[in-house]
């Protein structure tokens, strides 16, 4: 019977008997650093399989780790991952590109971080003292929240149409690279936009590294530099697996705040890294690194991206760029 049946019609038929969507199954991206601790603790304590449970499934969880704004979203939008782990703005570089089409969003946040650009030039005390003898490594050329971030304190020091003028003393590079230059001296590269633990190693590693910017002082104070984004249609065929992840994702908020030795310990064993566990416990005690999913204080630079003409929607709120979800009742 089946050599009867055009080959489109059995399509069509195998197309209905299916289900429209798998629940069960979610690959994360992740990149460097301690921003990514929240994962690590899911990872870590299984949190994500354990409300998988709660609803009745089970989740399998795949992880890998890209570099760059631009790479995780390349990723997301190819299909390879369901979950992106970037900076804020390389979501709103991906919402504004998606609006109306994937409708990529914010799932929620990974904390507030303080993100400092050190340099061991030890003429450079302010951006206004790069020279083109200066050669500043970060995730993403113009992509990445730490260029981004570097744009608007460019604004802030000459200007709006001058936003762009210190991204050609920038240049791609992953965190581990370029904390092992800035550290050692005597390459091109001679400063860091990065993120804990690196910034911190940098600090403690080289004597004439020396904090230029914080990005706490471009923002206005604490804010979630580093979020957790998805596809509108992840959300919706797979309601239960993502209503896990979000759920783990506030259970390992909380453990984090009540529990920086385990913390520390879980980052260490996740990452394998071989930092100093004084020196990470002291970044996760730091009282400005703050644990929470709902964003805070992000809606500044999308409004300065928007005003420049990086992202052509204009959002009217952080509500526009980030998901509805009952883990998230405010944020900024």
Known sequence: MSRLIPAAVLTLIC???????????????EQFGI??????????QQLIEK?????????????????????VNDALLSGAIDI??????????????????QNVKGVASLG????????NNPKVKTIADLTEKDRIALPAVTVSVQSRILQYATAKQW??????RLDKFTQTLPHPDAAAAVIAGGTEINGHFGSPPFQEQELAGNPNAHIVLNS????????????????EKFRKENPKTYRAFTAALAEA?????????????????ISKSKIDRALLLKIIKNPQVQFSVAPQNTYGLAQFLYRVGAIKKQPASWRDYFFDDPVITQGG
């Open 216 to 231: 706490y002082d471009v923002l206005g104070g604490p804010s979630s530099a580093t979020v957790l984004y998805a596809t």
């Open 51 to 71: 409300h998988g449970k709660k609803n009745g499934i089970d989740i399998n969880v795949e992880r890998t780790q890209l570099s760059g704004g631009s790479a």
């Open 159 to 164: 200007g709006d149409k001058e936003f762009a």
């Open 35 to 44: 921003v990514y601790l929240l994962l690590n603790i899911a990872q870590d």
């Open 15 to 29: 197309a209905i008997a299916a289900p429209a969507h798998a629940e069960g199954r979610i690959r994360i991206a």
């Open 253 to 269: 908020a909380q453990y984090a705040t009540a529990n920086p030795e385990g913390a520390t310990d879980a980052y260490i064993r």
């Open 84 to 101: 992106a782990g970037a900076g804020v703005g390389p979501l709103l570089t991906i919402w504004d590109r998606t609006n109306g089409k």
């Open 112 to 119: 507030s971080f303080p993100y400092y650009l050190v340099s």
